[in-house]
């Protein structure tokens, strides 16, 4: 009687399952572009507006209706205490407050508008303008509102150092270095762009200009990296003031042009904000008008990146096409879409059409590796993504497209990259190999972001997963290596740190599916232990959620409101690791069925994309860190960067709720859901290759 009654109510739940997943289904097909593929707003923060303002009044161009509508997105995007911050619920942070309100008052806002006096007070309280970060002083020195001499040096002379100097622009990671190479002509050029009275930022220094000290500070150890380049930055500045300096012209010109070899097709640096912005700005103060056509493909590029409305509008740091179309075609796949659907056959074809197939900056590294990834945005050929390539071809091996051999030979050549990509730990970096220097962290002006790309689990659980698929086992040399680097890097109590996604439920929603994949026992002790943090994370109305303040702060850890993504990762590793029908996956469903919306999607305020952490390294730290420490952040992660995916609260539902039904009607084994029944790719001789099992960690289905 009992088990009848079980029984029934399973099929009633996935009955109710299966109506959300057609409704998701066809809401996903629905907003499918022409051209085959996806693309939702990346929503970040509003400095992204304030200095896109910033940007046009140092270049001189006067868009009074454009200035007008961003001005009105960042007004819009004000808490209520007067304060912007780095991601939905954040607290108030100092440096973005400090350019939101300069961005205003340069747009015309009166700085006694009364939601300008509670901007006023908070910055005034955080110490003003001297306390910001280095980049926002940047941008304050642009305009007058900083003195240079209160900005770390950086000599352009860097561009000059061979590949065995202890540093050289190639140990940056590639948005760093994209970025920092024409901040290289901006330190050394030190343009000032003359701004009206009226915006000037007088009222937010504690003290007046004149007695403000402008010095760089020393740091609080008296041996380490950090004082090391202290004392570096300071003999630097006393050679700036050399009149002759032999080697500057020739560095000038070669960061000039660094920075032309690198704008891509659509106008962009990097595919991302910063050295967009930075490029144009430093272009023009070489003597670039703004009607040379570098300057003018970078302005109309800006375009593609601006969302408008009708009285506000809105700039992203990036565009996530590539990401988007595969993790949706994932989704309908796993949503029981047939593999020749046409829509994935559309989007299918576009992607391999977008494959890269032409170097890039991640060759310095890896010289012999012969292309084959895959970016994140429409346009960034020299700089393919690991984790995107990965998706990607899970995404293409499982439909049939009118040419089986082109598709073949994409995945083989994305196989062959990604292989000779891995770095030394055996992990895999986003886009570099072994770009693990981390005294780059220290520079003096390193406080905002991450300098350095290290391998991090949660791209190398997704190429883990992709191996997989292809069927890769335990005994190919590179999956026991990252194997090993994955275990590593397992917190003491089960999860994993996620470097990409917010955060332990992302890492542990990664590694999950791809032991999974692999064939590895799901009942070992250290996959039980990963199981066993996710059951005691789960939230009282069966969701799961975690607050980007996890990175910085013990009492987040796994902790939050719930969330459609975050849940559906969830779901998928509890999926994968044998527990459908553990009840704490049936209400984590239910959660994403009772809170599905009417057209097919659900509503997700909160920030669960990780651009930056903020660590400056890229990696997890060894532990938390104290006020008192080197690196410290408070929640608000003033040095972070965190990314609302718009897009992310429709396909990973739609995975999580499809793959559910898969397992529940007994279509699919957890272990291998999506992955049954396709093509494998074997690349001998390696492959052939067996090797000693993992010390008996990872026993073979």
Known sequence: MVKSSIEQYERANVSAVEDAVALSRDYLIGIQYPQGYWWGELESNPTMEAEYILLLHFLGIAKKDQIKRLANHIISSQREDGTWGQFYGAPGDLSTSTECYFALKLAGVSAEEPFMRSAREF????????????????????????????????PPEIMLLPSWSPITIYDFSSW??????????????????????????????????????????????????????FAGNTALRQLEKLPWKPTRSMAIQKAEQWILDHQEKDGSWGG????????????????????????????????????????????????????DTCLSMIALLDAGAEPDDPALVKAGEYLVNEQIIMGGDWQVKAKDVTPGGW?????????????????????????????????????????????????ANGGWAAFDKDNSKVLIARIPFADFGETIDPPSVDVTAHILEMLGQLGFTVHHPAVERALKYVLSEQEEDGPWFGRWGVNYVY??????????????????????????????????????????????????????????????????????????RNPATTRGV????????????????????TGFPGYGIGQRLDGYLSA???????????????????????????????????????????STVGFDDVPKVVLSPVETTKRKRLKQLLPIW
Not at 186 to 204: G, M, N, S, T
Not at 283 to 294: A, F, R, T
Not at 590 to 609: A, I, M, Y
């Open 123 to 154: 910055i005034l309280g955080r110490g003003g303008v001297p306390g910001t970060r280095v980049f926002t002083k940047i941008w304050l020195s642009l305009f007058g509102q900083w003195e240079w001499k209160g900005v770390p040096v950086m």
């Open 176 to 229: 760093a270095r994209s970025t920092i190479v024409p901040l290289l002509i901006l330190l050394d050029r030190k343009p000032v762009r003359q701004i009206p009275d009226h915006a000037r930022l007088d009222e937010l220094f504690p003290r007046p200009r004149s007695e403000t000290d402008y010095s760089i500070k020393r740091p609080k150890k008296l041996v380490g990296l950090e004082t090391f380049f």
């Open 272 to 323: 991302i904000q910063p050295p967009w912005v930075y490029s144009l700005m430093a272009l023009n103060s070489l003597g670039y008008p703004i009607d040379h056509p570098v300057i003018a493909n970078g302005l109309a590029g800006f375009e593609t990146f601006s969302i408008q409305e009708t009285d506000t509008e809105r700039v992203q740091a990036c565009l996530s096409p590539l990401w």
């Open 375 to 423: 970016a994140f945005e429409f346009h960034n050929d020299l700089y393919p993504d690991l984790d995107d390539t990965s998706e990607v071809v899970m995404a293409i091996n499982r439909i049939k497209l009118p040419s089986e051999v082109d598709k073949r030979k994409a995945i083989e050549r994305a196989t062959r990259w990604l292989l000779g990509m891995q770095s």
């Open 507 to 580: 890492g542990t929603g990664t590694v999950l599916p791809a032991l999974a994949s692999l064939g590895v026992d799901m009942k070992a002790p250290f996959v039980r232990k990963a199981v066993d943090w996710l059951l005691s994370h789960q939230n009282k109305d069966g969701g799961w959620g975690e607050s980007c303040a996890s990175y910085v702060d013990p009492r987040y850890r796994g902790k939050g409101p719930s969330t459609a993504s975050q849940t559906s990762w969830a779901i998928m590793a509890l999926l994968a690791s044998g527990e459908a």
């Open 590 to 609: 239910d959660f994403l069925v009772g809170s599905q919306l009417e057209n097919g999607s659900w509503d997700e305020p909160f920030f669960t994309g």
């Open 628 to 670: 008192h420490e080197h690196g410290f952040q408070s929640s608000e992660l003033p040095a972070g960067f965190m990314i609302n995916y718009h897009m992310y609260r429709i396909y990973w539902p739609l995975s999580a709720l499809g793959r559910y039904i898969s397992v529940m009607k007994g279509e699919r084994h957890p």
